[in-house]
């Protein structure tokens, strides 16, 4: 009588559900990345572009293999203000989500005075950000990461908090949950795929904070200031060199957002990217 | 004894606006079948709500299980079923059904007795470590069901509950939800839109009009307990069914009339 | 509350001049408030000699009037005309490269989005380079772009325009993915029915379906031309832009600090323009409730 219709199996593998796809997926993006650098290895042979400008992929692991320590301890400490900026400007973005969900009247008539603020060009700030906390520290660049970072959290972890099927509340409210126990048990774990995406984006954005500032003046051991410093020596490959070194960084942290992501929702049947 | 009184009760929403349900007079007694009948907009469910407490009526009083509709909130005097089984995703079977004993405070042994018993009920015991989006609708709305009476409510208000299935699922559900009724002991009050499906489980049948959302007839179901497929092919099932449809169509007819009267 | 209110018609124009008139006075609230705290934090903060997070003097944080006031003398750096007229001349020219910039951005972007939308190897294999090149570090990259396009003759202003479309073109590339997927289920089947060809259920169904999602990452992008435009401008040595400002009033920060304050005015001005422009363009092109999101 009660024989179970369209049971979907629980899928099997703890590694794969961690991973989230299998590692057969990836084999595009390997084939792609070893015709691009093998490529651009032989372009200059076919196209005119300037070697100095964009040197042979042998040529910067060369130097990068040279520099390698002075280059990862520079992506290091740029890496940690990053991180203090994502992690100031997040915690402070998801904080601010919580208050405007619970009192929504101040949220609604906040909002555009929100999306303004998002619009503006952060950037702008950063010699004043300098100015501040001085132009050798890290706080300036923390402080501009974090604030780089704020805003697409706090957006889209309100948006999330406030996604919640009114049923859902209704059924809250027939079990007669306070607020609080609806915020604990409903609204939060509606938020956290929102939140998680928006980590995602400010991880990325963090480390591009950390390095603009970084151009107003930093200390010389950081990435952005090497990187400009060998502009100024005509040292391009060592430059390409620190692009690189800066961009493994970043991709390293947004995998490891994306990673975490994958441990909390565990429930979820495929995490979108 | 009387579960749920409701004397005068009108809604209506924004400043003159419209006017979902007025002078609801209504009386049901314990282990009733109300079945709550209508077209659209005719205020079932703003009724149902009502006397939930998840919206306050405009006038007129509610009393449920001898308190106010408020009261009997706050004490969890009821479980609710919604169209949508309103399930959440990221608790399993098990989790979804303990939901209201987390609120209330139970310990966690009574609780996973009693979420076990509530999947015996509804016949979902190998499923607890499923999760919602692995199960068929129908199991959904019985993991709805058996969440609502976890904590042994006396009054059971379902909204449609059975809507979004099949024909086949939902007259199966239909027998189920008379042996689950039979086996607590709960009173239920329950809305839908089919006239078949209102015979078929009630005691009474509720049938109401719109414009201003009010009660047109209520119809003694006296069909023999416990029902069962066969009850459906019973000509006195047949008799019951037009009488209800012409309820229907009378009520129908005299909001055609008002419409045209006042232009 | 499930409540099926319907407000009658005849209500409404006294309704919205009210909640005009509320939201005009809102606004007035807000930079009342903001100029009130402020004034109070600097005062507070001057008089008991904090110094966290930073000490506060009329260098670090000069009166909102002295920069408000600063607009209208002549800047340090020369020319006679005041400094918001040299401002907005910086900043047109800037919107310039950023909105060719954002143009080019967002073309490229719902572009790759469709090419991508069409064969799931090729999201497999270009999506993680696509994601990763947002990680490149555009500050770092922009001296080598104008260096080598001005090699080609490209004028220095376009190669900013270039990296403005740098940071423009990924929000739109992913939310036209998205977006295109989203069409209804059956929609399509309905499609399926008629034995629609792929490019006839591109152009009357996903399409219009990705629309929302396209605009919601428009809006992003808008503002984030205006940021890579300036960002090419800082180390390309265009004078002429927001960015050339922004370093020259960086040089003159001692001197007279309301200067970088009222460019950083300017700019966010600049920005905010930028966002409602497309805002408009959403209201007018896609007749639907937008997604109110940034």
């Known amino acids: 009588m009660s024989t179970p219709v369209a049971v979907q199996p629980l899928p099997r593998g703890r590694v794969a559900r961690l991973v989230g796809r299998r590692l057969r997926d990836w084999i595009p993006a390997l084939v792609v990345l070893v015709v691009v650098l093998v490529g651009w290895q032989e372009a200059y042979r076919v196209l ?49 989500a919580l208050a405007l969900a619970r009192w929504r009247f101040v949220g609604r008539a906040m909002m555009p005075y929100a999306i303004a603020a998002n619009a503006v060009p952060i950037i702008a700030f950063a010699p004043i950000a ?42 809250m409210r027939s079990y007669a949950a306070g607020e609080v126990e609806i915020f604990r048990r409903v609204r939060i774990p509606t938020a956290l795929p929102f939140m998680f995406t928006a980590l995602k984006v400010a991880s990325v954005l963090a480390m591009i904070g950390a390095i603009v500032a970084e151009y107003f003046g930093g200390s010389f051991s950081d990435l952005g200031t090497l990187i400009r410093s060998q502009y100024q020596v005509f040292a391009y490959e060592d430059a390409w060199a620190g692009i690189l070194v800066a961009c493994a960084f970043g991709i390293a942290f947004y995998l490891a957002i994306g990673l975490l992501e994958r441990l909390v929702l565990r429930w979820q049947p495929s995490t979108s990217e | 004894m009387s579960v749920v009184v409701l004397e005068g009760i009108s809604k209506q929403f924004g400043r003159g606006g419209t006017t979902a349900v007025q002078g609801i007079d209504l009386e049901i007694d314990e282990r009733e079948f109300v079945s709550l009948i209508g077209p659209s907009g005719c205020g079932k469910s703003t009724l149902l709500r009502i006397i939930g407490d998840l919206i306050e009526p405009s006038s007129g009083k509610a009393v449920v299980n001898g ?42 042994k009574r609780r996973q007795d009693r979420v076990r018993e509530m999947m015996e009920l509804v016949e979902l015991g190998d499923f607890g470590s499923h999760y919602p989006w692995q199960l068929s609708g129908g199991m959904q709305q019985r993991v709805s069901i058996a969440r609502a009476l976890s904590f042994d409510p006396p009054l059971l208000l379902m909204d449609e509950p059975f809507g979004a299935l099949d ?58 307990q416990p029902r069962t497929a066969v009850t459906r092919e019973q000509p006195r099932f047949f008799e019951l069914v037009t009488r209800v449809r012409e309820a229907l169509h009378l009520g129908a007819e005299l909001d055609r009339a008002a419409a045209e009267a006042t232009g | 509350m499930s409540a099926i209110a319907v407000e009658p018609p005849g209500q409404r124009d006294v309704g919205s001049v009210w909640r005009a008139a509320a939201r005009a006075l809102l606004f007035v609230a807000v930079l009342a408030a903001f100029w009130g ?78 090419v991508l939308s ?15 090149s947002q990680t490149i570090p555009i500050l770092a990259v922009a001296p080598i772009v104008v260096v080598y396009l001005g090699s080609i003759q490209v004028a220095a202003w376009f190669s900013v325009a270039v990296i403005a479309a740098y940071l423009t073109f990924f929000p739109v590339t992913i939310n036209t993915l998205r977006g295109l997927h989203a069409a209804d289920r059956r929609a399509l089947e309905l499609m399926r029915s008629y034995a629609a060809p792929r490019r006839t259920v591109l152009w009357k169904l996903r399409i219009p379906s990705a629309l929302p999602y396209i605009f ?43 200067q970088l304050w009222a460019t950083n005015i300017i700019a966010a001005a600049l920005g905010i323009a930028f966002f409602i422009v497309i805002a408009i363009a959403e209201r007018l092109v896609v007749r639907r409730a937008p997604e109110n999101v940034a």
């Open chain 1, 48 to 96: 005119a572009i300037k070697q100095f400008l964009l040197p042979k992929p042998s040529a910067i692991g060369s130097t990068f293999w040279d520099n390698r320590s002075e280059l990862l301890h520079a992506g290091w400490l740029t890496f940690q203000e990053a991180v203090g900026g994502f992690a100031i400007g997040s915690g402070l973005g998801i904080l601010v």
């Open chain 1, 130 to 171: 300098n100015a501040w906390f001085g132009d050798f520290s890290k706080a300036s660049k923390i402080a501009i990461a974090a604030v780089l970072c704020f805003f697409p959290v706090m957006v889209n972890t309100l948006r999330g908090l406030t996604s919640v099927k009114p049923q859902s509340l209704e059924l």
């Open chain 2, 67 to 108: 308190k106010t509709a408020r009261q009997a909130r706050v004490q969890r005097d009821y479980g609710i079923v919604f169209q949508d089984a309103v399930l959440y995703d990221w608790r399993n079977v098990t989790k979804n059904i303990a939901l209201p004993l987390e609120l209330a405070g139970w310990s966690r």
């Open chain 2, 167 to 224: 024909e086949m699922t939902r007259e199966r559900l239909n027998l189920e939800l008379l042996r689950i009724w039979e086996q607590s002991g709960s009173t239920i009050v329950f809305v839908t839109h089919s006239i078949a499906e209102a015979v078929f489980l009630s005691t009474r049948v509720v049938v109401m009009s719109s414009r201003p959302g009010r009660i047109t007839d209520v119809i003694p179901i006296e069909l023999p």
């Open chain 3, 37 to 114: 705290l402020w004034e109070g934090y600097r005062a507070l903060w001057i008089h008991e000699a904090w110094t966290w997070p930073f000490a506060v003097d009329s260098s670090t944080m000069p009166h909102l009037h002295d920069v408000i006031r600063a607009l209208f003398k002549p800047p340090s750096s020369g020319t006679g005309n005041k400094l918001i007229t040299l401002l907005l001349h910086s900043a047109v020219f800037t919107a310039k490269e950023a909105a060719v910039g954002f143009a080019l951005g967002a073309s490229v972007g719902f572009l790759l989005g469709v």
């Open chain 3, 118 to 132: 069409q064969s799931r190897l090729l999201q497999r294999g270009i999506l993680p380079f696509v994601v990763a």
């Open chain 3, 216 to 258: 919601s990452a428009l809006r992003v992008s808008a503002s984030a031309s205006v940021v890579g435009a300036i960002i090419g401008e800082l180390p390309s040595g265009i004078q002429q832009g927001l960015g050339g400002e922004i370093l020259v009033f960086h040089q003159y920060y001692s001197l007279d600090p309301t």
